[in-house]
């Protein structure tokens, strides 16, 4: 039997721009895609620490290096430029193997990059 499970988080990030006009999805630095295990189109859930909100959309590759953490299309009206943010990613893999995986969790700095 496959289960969901923790795969991979950004924790606690900061959103740096919310772009209303756009098809959808989430803007990620690909420095944090890479470092965190994630992939480019992967579902994600997006926590919103500053107001509770929790939505899902996929990653879209932003400028490498540039800390970039922009919520876009609907998504953009569930945060606030400067909210910090965690995304999360799930898979699913048999019950045995999840039981002793190990999730990927980075922890940016204040500028969204790695130290």
């Known amino acids: 039997m ?3 499970t923790f795969k ?20 990620i630095d690909e420095d944090l895609i890479d470092a965190a295990d994630m992939f480019v189109n992967q579902r994600v859930q997006i926590v919103n620490v500053n107001n509770g909100e929790r939505l ?7 400028k490498r ?22 995304i999360i990613a799930y898979g699913f893999m048999e ?15 204040e500028k969204n990059h790695l130290s």
Do not use: M, Q, W
């Open 95 to 109: 019950e045995a193997e999840a039981r002793k995986f190990e999730p990927t969790v980075i922890f940016p700095n």
């Open 8 to 27: 991979s988080k950004i924790h606690r990030v900061a959103v740096t721009e919310a772009n209303l006009n756009y098809v959808g999805s989430i803007t």
């Open 65 to 86: 290096g540039s800390g970039v953490i922009c919520l876009n299309g609907p998504a953009a009206r569930k945060v606030e430029v400067g909210d910090t943010v965690i």
């Open 56 to 62: 899902e959309t996929y990653i879209i590759p932003g």
């Open 2 to 4: 496959l289960v969901e």
